[in-house]
T-cell receptor, first 112, second 119 residues
């Protein structure tokens, strides 16, 4: 079992719709959770981080964390064609382990 | 510039050669990380520095890989006797701090990467 799992997609949504990206992780000790966006040929760009159970909103983006279910998601409201990219979920353990463990990413396609 | 910078942006080498990849972190960031990303995969951790010392090198695949950060700022990833399987994008990231209470200070910001091709 991979430590961080994401559906590779592609996830196709029409412009203006809500895109829902999901991620599960295996390490119950994980403390910090990050969503990065990566355009083709570019490096990962941070979108959001979340540490506490529940929702965290930032503009059109909402991150949701459920530690009991070991599940983290990213919702993108009013999706735009410019949101088309690969979304990487990354998980960090407790303070003794600083590395980020990434999923393989979900490719999102937003059609005009 | 305010971001993480990496040089070269592209490197083509022949099997068996030695390469050095450089990373210049965000000014003031004490933690520096190296990752490797293969096509269709997420970045894979290689090594992390806190200051000048390598705090965790558990991701280095073998002893052909080595990294240094002698003055606690710029880091160099060194690969000896390169193999075709080393071809990937090598990403560097930095954060203001690495440990302590979770917060924005531990967020890792990535550089543009070095695309390494071993022929």
């Amino acid at each position: 079992q991979k430590e961080v799992e994401q559906n590779s997609g592609p996830l196709s949504v029409p412009e203006g719709a809500i895109a829902s990206l999901n991620c599960t992780y295996s390490d119950r000790g994980s403390q910090s959770f990050f969503w990065y966006r990566q355009y083709s040929g570019k490096s990962p760009e941070l979108i959001m981080f979340i540490y506490s159970n529940g929702d965290k909103e930032d503009g059109r983006f909402t991150a949701q964390l459920n530690k009991a279910s070991q599940y983290v998601s990213l919702l993108i409201r009013d999706s735009q064609p410019s949101d088309s990219a690969t979304y990487l979920c990354a998980v960090k353990g407790d303070t003794g382990f600083q590395k980020l463990v990434f999923g393989t990413g979900t490719r999102l396609l937003v059609s005009p | 510039g305010a971001g993480v910078s990496q040089t070269p942006s592209n490197k083509v080498t022949e099997k068996g050669k030695y390469v050095e990849l450089r990373c210049d972190p965000i000014s003031g960031h004490t933690a520096l990380y190296w990752y490797r990303q293969s096509l269709g995969q997420g970045p894979e951790f290689l090594i992390y520095f806190q200051g000048t010392g390598a705090a965790d090198d558990s991701g280095l695949p073998n002893d052909r890989f080595f990294a240094v950060r002698p003055e606690g700022s710029v880091s160099t990833l060194k690969i000896q006797r390169t193999e075709r399987g080393d071809s990937a994008v090598y990403l560097c990231a930095s954060s203001a701090r690495a440990s302590g209470v979770s917060g924005s200070g531990e967020t890792q910001y990535f550089g543009p990467g070095t695309r390494l091709l071993v022929l």
